[in-house]
């Protein structure tokens, strides 16, 4: 009776309701998950604490800043006892930046979450951009890269003020200095030195102003300026004689200017022939004047009276019978009129009226013996008996005779043809002297 109740049969179970038995009974099938840097959630038809059995379903969540790296994010315990999926949480990561030229970037943890670049530029560069950029969740940056660009001027020097003096008998001092050579703060490379204003060489009086320009090759310029000055030495301006002329050489009263003297026709000069501007600004020599030319009427021979006119003057001799001859008359009505021409010419008028011995001979105002005056008549084979009139030019050249009166502007023609006449009239004209 013991024994029969004790003996049981013994009930075989095949595969398959083994497994059965087990998941019913939640026996692990499944290895347990574990993921690094993230966390499980997982469920199965038998309850949350059955993780790993046959059918059970696993949601994978990664931490902040790690993502999964690959698979789905939810995996099944499957029959062969393996996960339906691979899993695991790795660092987010943001696109490599790229290396500003001229520049670089340090970061405080590469390119991974959260990571800090600050971008920093060479010398001479100038950083276009954000300082700093961090690496963000959806895996960007939080700003664009930056870039390094050229944006400071170079330097350049200009030379100092160049002030020279000019050499003796020169208007201009020769002035030289070498280019300046810029320096850019970024790649030291220059493109163009502009030079404003006059090369070096030859500079005229004054105060020149001058600039140089240099660009980099990023564009940037940066100027810089200076100054010639050149001095010329001079005297005190000096003024031709009355009734003479000056002819200087170089501008007149620089130094090392010579200035020669002239008087005119029938005035005789006075003091230095020529005068030069000195490096103490004074001239050499004594002033110059023009005297009134003294004509002697107290001479032996005619010849003697005429070599005094010796070019200095010419002379227009006109002779009559009588002072009532009405050629004499008209002819010295006429000149009378015209003085300012005659002296302009350099014409002296000598009248000889009158026969031997109660002839007159007269220049101007002064009266010449009657001797003299006959020999005058003689010398130059004058007839009294008739009017008659003689013009010699400033070598005693007997140049023209006429046995009546003409206009003074024929006179005045005539001499004007002479060649002498014709460098005088342009001294005449550079000193301002003309009739009024």
């Excluded at 220049?363 to 008659?388: D, K, T, V, Y």
Aim: hydrophobic residues 30%.
């Amino acid at each position: 009776m013991l024994l029969w109740a004790i003996y049981r049969p013994i009930t075989v179970l095949t595969a398959g309701k083994l497994r059965q038995a087990m998941c019913e009974r939640g026996t692990p099938w499944c290895a347990p998950i574990k993921v690094k840097h993230g966390d499980v959630s997982c469920r199965s038809p038998r309850g949350e604490h059955y993780k790993n059995v046959m059918g059970a379903r696993c949601k994978i969540r990664c931490k902040r800043g790690y993502e999964m790296q690959q698979g789905h994010p939810e995996v099944v315990c499957m029959a062969s006892k393996h996960w339906s999926g691979n899993y695991a949480c790795r660092e987010i990561r943001c696109p490599k930046l790229q290396m500003p030229a001229n520049g670089g970037y340090k970061c405080s943890d590469g390119s991974y979450f959260n990571s800090r670049c600050e971008f920093f530029c060479s010398p001479g560069y100038t950083l276009k951009g954000p300082k700093t950029v961090t690496c963000q969740y959806h895996k960007s940056w939080t700003a664009d890269g930056s870039s390094c660009v050229d944006v400071d001027a170079p330097v350049i020097k200009c030379p100092n003020l160049k002030d020279k003096t000019a050499d003796p008998g020169m208007l201009t001092a020769k002035v030289t200095w070498d280019t300046p050579e810029g320096q850019d703060t970024a790649d030291g490379i220059l493109t163009d030195v502009i030079l404003k204003g006059k090369a070096p060489g030859n500079f005229p009086e004054g105060l020149h102003k001058m600039s140089y320009t240099v660009y980099d090759r990023a564009g940037n310029k940066a100027s810089c300026r200076f100054s010639v000055r050149v001095r010329v030495r001079r005297c005190s301006p000096i003024t031709p004689p009355e009734n003479g002329y000056m002819k200087c050489d170089n501008d007149k009263d620089n130094y090392g200017a010579t200035c020669n003297f002239r008087c005119t026709g029938g005035f005789e000069l006075q003091g230095s022939v020529a005068r030069v501007c000195q490096y103490g600004l004074n001239w050499s020599g004594t002033e110059t004047t023009c005297a009134a030319m003294n004509i002697n009427v107290g001479v032996r021979t005619a010849s003697g009276l005429l070599d005094q006119f010796y070019e200095k003057r010419r002379v227009l001799i006109i002779s009559a019978p009588t002072a009532a001859n009405h050629y004499y008359r008209f002819q010295m009505t006429n000149l009378q009129h015209a003085q300012c021409g005659l002296d302009l010419r350099h014409v002296t008028v000598i009248e000889l009226v009158g026969m031997y011995p109660a002839q007159i001979g007269r220049i101007s105002h002064r009266l010449i013996p009657p001797g003299l005056a006959l020999q005058l008549r003689l010398l130059l084979q004058i007839s009294h008996n008739n009017f008659n009139m003689v013009m010699i030019d400033k070598q005693g050249m007997d140049r023209e005779r006429y046995t009546y009166p003409i206009t003074s502007a024929q006179i005045f023609t005539i001499i004007d043809t002479w060649e002498l006449r014709k460098e005088e009239i342009v001294l005449q004209q550079e000193a301002g002297h003309t009739c009024q």
